[in-house]
C-alpha cells in the first residue's frame, strides 16, 4: 500500500530531527567535502559523525565517493538548500524579537 504524502513527508522531517544532520547538510551545501573535513568543522566524535552520514545516505540526502583515497560526502539533491534557506527565513522572521537565535543565524553560518 502507497504511503501518504504527509507520512513521507514526516519521516522526511524526522530525519532532519537531529542538530548535527542539520550542521552536515549545511556544509555540504557550501561545497563537497571529505569526512575529515567535516570531523574539523563539526565537534562530534568520528563514529557518531559516521552514524549520522549514514542516516542522511540512507534517507538520500547525500551521497558519497571516492576521490584521492579520501571519502568526500556531497548533496544528493539541491533542493536541500533550498529547504534550509527557507528554513533559515522562517526562523529569521519567526525570532525576529530573540537576538541571541538571530545572531547564531547570521553570516558564517548561512549556506551558499
Given at each position: 500500500m502507497p504511503v501518504p504524502l504527509y507520512r513521507a513527508k514526516a519521516e522526511f522531517f524526522r530525519?532532519?530531527?537531529h542538530p548535527v544532520r542539520i550542521r552536515i547538510l549545511e556544509l555540504l551545501s557550501e561545497g563537497d567535502l571529505a569526512v575529515h573535513e567535516l570531523r574539523a568543522r563539526i565537534d562530534?566524535?568520528?563514529s557518531s559523525l559516521s552514524q549520522q552520514l549514514a542516516v542522511l545516505r540512507?534517507?538520500?540526502l547525500v551521497?558519497?565517493?571516492?576521490?584521492r583515497g579520501e571519502v568526500v560526502y556531497s548533496?544528493?539533491?539541491p533542493e536541500v538548500r533550498d529547504l534550509l534557506l527557507v528554513a533559515r527565513t522562517i526562523l529569521r522572521t519567526k525570532t525576529a524579537d530573540q537576538g541571541e537565535l538571530v545572531d547564531d543565524l547570521?553570516?558564517?553560518d548561512q549556506p551558499a
Open positions: 530525519t532532519l530531527g562530534i566524535e568520528a540512507l534517507a538520500g551521497t558519497q565517493s571516492r576521490q548533496l544528493a539533491l547570521t553570516p558564517t
